[in-house]
């Protein structure tokens, strides 16, 4: 069984920024994709990015040129998010895309006018 745990949510003004951790652990395809993403209140979730274990990353463009995912093993994720808006106000989960979609328990991201 995978599990990936969240942390580093929290409550932050515009424009200030957040880091949001992500670790999987258990049997874990090396071969992998993992990156976040976000349902706000009231909405669907919604894609917000993503990295294989190649490298190559994506994001929605809602958060291009301000959310950066980076990973440092086939296991471990991490989305530095700076300039932040109260759009971005939502609860984050994580995943993980092996053989199966594993997801994080989500962790609540909120940011004030």
């Known amino acids: 069984q995978v599990q990936l745990v969240e942390s580093g949510g929290g409550l932050v003004q515009a424009g200030g920024s957040l880091r949001l951790s992500c670790a999987a652990s258990?049997?874990?395809?090396?071969?992998?994709?993992m990156g976040w993403y976000r349902q706000a209140p009231g909405k669907k979730r919604e894609f917000v990015a993503s990295s294989t274990s190649a490298g190559y990353t994506n994001y929605a463009d809602s958060v291009k040129g301000r959310f950066t995912l980076s990973r440092n093993n086939t296991v471990t994720a991490y989305l530095q998010m700076s300039s932040l808006k109260p759009e971005d106000t939502a609860v984050y989960y994580c995943?993980?895309?092996?053989?199966?979609?594993?997801w994080g328990q989500g962790t609540q991201v909120t940011v004030s006018s």
């Open positions: 995943y993980l895309y092996g053989r199966l979609t594993y």
């Open positions: 258990g049997s874990i395809f090396s071969t992998n994709t």
